[in-house]
């Protein structure tokens, strides 16, 4: 009895230190790509966003502005500064799951740009909300709008969880900014 | 010890189908979708793009084969108190490598399927084969079944992915190339949320029903 118990103890180590070891493998072949994908889709984002980035190195990451509103607004992840203005990069809830945004703000105080770097919104609809089109909707926008849906943003018909969802991300980032830049220098 | 042999003996493999039959049965005499009934929850809820289907259709054929192959390969040597989590580190573990894989080399794909990938670990079609046909089967024979039952699952995704992508929203946009456009139209987004599936699933059973009550009669 007791052998078996061992027998069957030790058969079920075996198989599972072997799919471990399989795993440990796949693992370190693909951490490298996995991150080099993920800093892209984050710069190409943030180019987007901040029109007149030519290059990620002109961004400047700045753990002690995030560390400034972080409290105050958790959905800031990420403050990336450059000479011509700030990007927020914000994490928040879609309707389809997490999203991740890139939203940039000038010097001015006044957005530049909206862009996606992840997403699971529902084809169709929620995905219309992201297109380039409808995100240049939030250009020009500062903390003198109100940034409410049905206010003075139009939600996209059939998508306006995903509508609130980037709205409240820019205004939460250009609240972010102010905090840590005042109202913007003209 | 004669007890213990005696767990070990194994049903005897089938014989009478050729490795064909075993991989053709998985288009039509067995779905897994249509006929098996097994694996929808994620097929209902992904197929509402082409592209999705071809994804997560080649993830979960390539799961399907190696847990298959792994599983009946080692038939011999599992004892069948613990064979069933025997079964789900096997399948665990192919899942995990394909999640992994996909984020690393599609991200973009990955995106979209989200959480429909690690959760192929508990899709029944992968499960219901280890138990059901891998484990009393040779190796070849289980490939055969694995690959077999991968077509057929992704052929339907296929399917549905068409209809869907079309009705739901009037174009077909295969890795961002516009293969076929309706069009000016408006679509019935309906189609590409989630009772699009249910309906598009039932019209394609009806269809099936249809065509295998006209064969009987």
């Known amino acids: 009895m007791m052998s078996r118990m061992v027998k069957l103890g030790v058969t079920l180590m075996v198989v599972g230190i072997v799919a471990a070891f399989g795993l440990g493998i796949t693992y370190a072949v693909t951490k490298k790509k996995i991150d080099q994908e993920n800093k892209l889709a984050e710069a190409k984002a943030s180019m987007t966003a901040l029109p007149g980035i030519k290059s990620p190195a002109e961004l400047v990451e700045d753990p002690k502005l995030l560390s400034a509103v972080n409290k105050k607004y958790p959905d800031v992840q990420k403050v990336l500064s450059s000479r011509i203005g700030d990007i927020f990069i914000m994490k928040t809830k879609g309707y389809g799951g997490p999203m991740e945004l890139a939203v940039g ?82 | ?37 097994v694996g929808l929850c994620s097929s209902l809820a992904i197929s509402n793009r082409v592209e999705n289907g071809i994804f997560m259709g080649l993830a979960a054929t390539f799961v399907l084969v190696c847990s298959n192959v792994i599983i009946a390969s080692i038939r011999k040597w599992t004892p069948d108190q613990i064979r069933i989590p025997i079964f789900i580190v096997v399948i665990a573990s192919f899942v995990t490598i394909v999640d992994l894989s996909m984020k690393a080399y599609f991200p973009a794909a990955y995106d979209r399927l989200g959480v429909w990938i690690p959760l192929i670990v508990v899709n029944c079609i992968i499960l219901a084969r280890a138990e059901g046909f891998a484990y009393k089967n040779t190796v070849f024979r289980s490939f055969m079944d694995g690959l077999g039952m991968g077509a057929g699952y992704t052929m339907l995704l296929l399917i549905m992915g068409t209809i869907r992508e079309l009705l739901g929203t009037g174009k077909i946009v295969i890795f961002d190339k516009t293969f076929i456009s309706l069009g000016a139209f408006n679509p019935p987004a309906i189609f590409v949320l989630f009772p699009g599936a249910f309906i598009t699933f039932a019209c394609l059973m009806a269809l099936l029903n249809r065509y295998k009550m006209g064969k009987a009669e």
């Open chain 1, 105 to 186: 703000v000038g010097n001015d105080g006044k957005v530049k740009g909206v862009s996606v770097i992840s997403n699971r919104e529902t084809m169709g609809l929620g995905s219309k909300v992201l297109a380039e089109e409808n995100l240049a909707k939030y250009r020009g926008k500062s903390t003198s709008d109100q940034l409410v849906v049905g206010k003075d943003v139009q939600a996209v018909t059939g998508a306006t969880i995903t509508t609130r969802a980037v709205t409240s991300q820019a205004k939460e980032a250009l609240a972010a900014f102010s905090q840590l830049r005042g109202t913007g220098q003209d």
């Open chain 2, 1 to 37: 010890m004669a007890a213990e042999t005696e767990e070990l003996v194994l049903p005897e493999p089938k014989t009478g189908t050729s490795g064909w039959q075993e991989f053709s049965k998985g288009f039509i005499k067995q779905n897994p979708l249509m006929v098996l009934m």
